[in-house]
């Protein structure tokens, strides 16, 4: 176990929007409001899963919605309770632990304003080990566990209870729907609910410690990123995380984008730096999917694709990258849970309309 | 006849123009009150010039007194923060992660009260008409003299903040109110934060711009006064007594500007080169391409519309290694008069370097004819690289485009470039700022959101336009001048149904017969 004060909240925003790959919207609110939540109620326990008695109530908690909304309506701070309240009323017990959907952007850092007012450990642990945009690309769906019963909570009190859903892409659209009518395009969902010894299975582990660690070397490193890499390397080496392998040092010389059915796609062109390496070709679908070079893949989802900008040694989101950024981007494969045969029925290429099948960035 | 005037942190800039003809210009020194500098400046280019007070039809003023308050914490009004939608936003404290010295100088009471507007405009909740009134006893009991209201979605719908402005001076009638939906976009902390420090400056704005408005009197200048903007527009005295925080960054604005005036060129690269600096920016149809990621001022988030400039650490100043491979960040800046080679002093300096290879003259030419021809080579070789480089990291696009070097340390830029179809040296691109000041125009700009079941992309896209327009006209502009500069539509993702955000700019000529006689 270890406490999360306000001052570890900065590096796990900044460590969450580096494995975020492109996507989980700004995690400034997400940043300044979980500080000052810390800073009212205390500091937050962060717990590993192997503390949990295997009985205990775990529940997965996060923000559904806009960001864009999020932008003007940050919450007030009780919606998480509320929804957490309603699904204990309808479980008929109290939940022991809180986990994040994922640890990739904002929604890596919502479950801590909630656990510092209820005194909840949050888990050291996601559900993707990384942002992806919809609810059953989360391991805890994956892997069997139903979303519902389901809570979410919305600004004005407003409170619901889904009792089933026939897949968990229905729940989404409900969910999404009720974010919409009660809470002007976004709400707060506790869902997922399971024990102790099913979260020690199905959750990807040690990855909100991880953002935090990634949130400091980046710090520190934001003038060298070659040293991060490297020291990034040592810091991954002994997680269910693949090989960390840099993939390209180059600038950015093209972006096209559209939007459709509610998702940003989009292609960025890269000229590396190094002439005797080829173009560098990113498709975007909300996050950073697939890089090619030439026809050649180097990276695919659910393997992480993350760019860093070579300036401010920051992460750099699919809305906001631009011509002329000088980047580096750098592969990370996928955690093991999220690489498995069952995984890649719903987080592979073909998921987000590629024409190929996934090969782990270690054999291209 | 059209005056510019730009005061920066040294010197203050005056120019006369005619049409496209610069008829006089002159460089002052800065003084501590500012007016005196600006008289001054003034006061030569009209003898110089020889044009009568009422030869000039509009005067134009870029300062940087609004940022420098803010920077330097200083003639700071403490302000009364109200905050509209609790029940959408408490959970984001007003002014959190601000430096604690400027929030102790700005934040004297806060009130968060319920009520507030969804992204399509209709109420969440009615404004909560008792909390507003304990709040309004707070700040009196306070002796609260300046207000900053910011409601949720104010800027798809103001009557939150209206309705409180017109409350809190019907209560305290002589307080001074900044509204957010006036002041910036989407985004409530950064917009409350840019509300906060206008309310902060309102004071002093209007001190301010009363004393030039008397200095210019006392020079029997009667027309119209205007301020620069930072996205390179102006807007009139009046209307900036209001919005301070508008004058935010305009110095390196009003000098791209200038540089598009200059050069005649609208599309282009421009580089500013001073002694410590180079300042590099993009302009697209003669503007200042616009920064997408956020600005800080003073320490506190914004979202103001502020120049992308990439400023790097090569100048006319900057110290040389002996083998001319390292060349800055280290300047001697001002004292290149005493330090430099050429003026007798012991710092090998980039002027030193580029006078021996004989690309400028100035000071005593013999003091650097015995340097090694190798390391000014590399020196030379080092400030190419390095321009070139950042010259094409501040472009948007590949391909080729003109390059306007302004700046007294023009002479370190060479004339062919990676990237760069021709290198523009203008005449008088030393006072490229007022100059920039003198020619400037009026806008308005609005952000407006809609979804498919709420209206048509259209009835929204004209509604922005509309709103934008009179912005403009507000802001100065006359009305049957006024065009649609920009157009720029964000999807929004996650919604259940299609959504956007359309952000709408207008540009107009400047209102001279409006604001005539009485305002300036």
Redesign the interface.
């Known amino acids: 176990m270890i406490k999360i004060t306000p001052r570890d909240i900065a590096p796990m925003a900044l460590g969450g929007a580096f494995l975020a790959t492109g996507g989980g919207g700004d995690t400034l609110i997400g940043e300044i409001t979980a500080e000052a939540a810390l800073r009212k109620f205390g500091d937050v326990e962060l717990i590993d899963a192997s503390e949990l008695a295997s009985h205990a109530t775990v529940v997965a908690i996060g923000a559904a919605g806009s960001p864009t909304i999020m932008q003007e309506k940050p919450s007030n701070g009780q919606e998480a309770l509320w929804a957490l309240e309603t699904l204990e009323s309808r479980l008929g017990k109290k939940v022991d632990a809180l986990i994040a959907f994922e640890a990739g952007g904002m929604n890596a850092l919502l479950p801590f304003c909630v656990a510092a007012e209820r005194k909840l450990p949050v888990l050291d642990a996601d559900g993707m080990g990384r942002a992806f945009p919809e609810l059953q690309m989360e391991s805890f769906s994956i892997y069997g566990v139903s979303a519902t019963p389901l809570a979410a909570a919305a600004e004005l009190g407003d409170r619901l209870i889904l009792e089933q859903a026939r897949s968990p892409f229905v729940a989404e659209r409900l969910v999404r729907q009720f974010a919409v009518d009660a809470g002007g395009g976004q709400c707060i969902s506790a869902e997922h609910v399971m024990t102790g010894e099913t979260v020690r299975r199905v959750a990807i582990h040690g990855t909100i410690s991880l953002c935090i660690s990634i949130g400091h070397l980046l710090t520190e490193h934001a003038s060298d990123l070659p040293a991060f890499v490297s020291r990034l390397t040592d810091l991954m080496a002994p997680t269910h995380y693949g090989e960390v392998r840099p993939l390209f040092d180059g600038k950015v010389v093209d972006i096209s984008r559209r939007v459709e059915g509610g998702y940003d796609y989009g292609t960025l062109r890269l000229d590396p730096f190094d002439k005797s390496q080829g173009e560098l070709s990113i498709s975007i679908k909300n996050e950073y999917m697939v890089a090619r070079q030439g026809d050649r893949p180097i990276a695919l989802t659910p393997d992480l694709i993350c760019i860093l900008d070579i300036e401010t040694g920051r992460p750099i989101t699919a809305e906001t990258i631009r011509y002329g950024q000088r980047v580096t981007v750098i592969g990370i494969g996928a955690p093991e849970l999220m690489r498995t045969e069952r995984a890649l029925e719903v987080v592979s290429p073909r998921n987000f309309g590629f024409e190929f099948d996934y090969t782990p960035l270690e054999d291209l | 006849m059209r005056l510019g005037v730009d005061v920066g942190g040294t010197h203050t800039d005056a120019v006369i123009i005619k049409g496209r003809e610069l008829i006089a210009a002159h460089k002052a020194l800065t003084s501590d009150d500012i007016a005196t500098g600006v008289l001054e400046a003034v006061s030569e280019v009209l003898r110089q010039s020889g044009a009568r007070p009422s030869d000039i039809l509009m005067m134009t003023l870029g300062t940087t007194q609004f940022t420098n308050a803010v920077v330097e914490r200083r003639a700071l009004t403490p302000v009364g923060a109200i905050r509209i939608?609790?029940?959408?936003?408490?959970?984001?404290?007003i002014a959190?992660?601000w430096p604690e010295d400027i929030l102790a100088a700005t934040l004297a009471n806060s009130a968060m009260i319920d009520g507030g507007h969804?992204?399509d405009g209709t109420p969440?909740?009615p404004t909560d008409e008792t909390a507003l009134g304990r709040a309004i006893q707070d700040f009196r009991a306070a002796d609260i003299q300046a207000v900053a209201i910011t409601s949720?979605?104010s800027?798809s719908n103001p009557e939150g903040e209206q309705l409180i402005a017109a409350r809190l001076k019907q209560a305290l009638p002589n307080i001074r109110v900044s509204c957010s939906h006036e002041l910036g976009r989407?985004?409530?902390?950064q917009r409350e934060n840019a509300t906060l420090l206008n309310a902060a400056l309102l004071e002093l704005s209007d001190r301010v711009v009363s004393a030039f408005q008397n200095a210019f009197s006392g020079l029997s200048l009667t027309c119209p006064l205007f301020l620069s903007q930072n996205d390179g527009t102006i807007m009139a005295a009046d209307f900036a007594r209001q919005y301070p925080v508008f004058t935010f960054s305009s110095g390196p604005t009003n000098s791209m500007r200038g540089a598009a005036f200059l050069s005649g060129r609208s599309n282009a690269m421009v580089v500013d080169v001073g002694g410590t600096t180079s300042d590099i920016g993009m302009l697209i149809e003669g503007f200042p391409r616009p920064s997408?990621?956020a600005v800080k001022i003073g320490g506190v988030?914004t979202n103001f519309r502020m120049p992308d400039v990439l400023a790097v650490g090569i100048g006319g100043g900057s110290v040389v290694s002996p083998d001319g491979r390292s060349v800055g960040p280290q300047s001697v800046g001002r004292a290149l008069p005493e330090k430099a080679l050429v003026f007798g002093g012991d710092t090998l300096t980039a002027s030193d370097v580029a006078i021996a290879a004989g690309r400028t003259v100035f000071g005593d030419t013999t003091k650097v004819s015995d340097l090694p021809s190798t390391a000014c080579a590399a020196a030379l070789d080092t400030i190419r690289k390095h321009l070139s480089d950042d010259i094409?990291?501040?472009?948007?696009?590949?391909g080729d485009l003109p390059l306007i070097v302004v700046g007294g340390g023009g002479f370190l830029v060479p004339d062919e470039l990676p990237g760069i179809s021709e290198t523009v040296r203008p005449e008088n691109a030393g006072v490229a700022n007022a100059i920039g000041a003198a020619f400037a125009q009026v806008s308005g700009e609005v952000d407006v959101i809609y979804t498919r079941s709420t209206r048509s992309r259209e009835s929204a896209l004209e509604e922005a336009k509309a709103l934008a327009r009179e912005r403009a006209v507000n802001a100065g502009a006359l009305e049957n001048s006024i065009q649609i500069a920009e157009i720029d539509e964000?999807?929004?993702?996650?919604?259940?149904?299609?959504g956007a955000?359309i952000r709408v700019k207008a540009i107009g000529d400047a209102n001279i017969e409006r604001f005539a006689g009485g305002e300036a």
């Open positions: 939608g609790a029940q959408s936003s408490s959970a984001l404290p959190a992660k969804e992204y969440i909740l949720v979605f800027t989407i985004g409530l902390y997408g990621s988030l094409d990291k501040m472009k948007t696009a590949a964000t999807p929004m993702s996650y919604l259940a149904e299609p955000i």
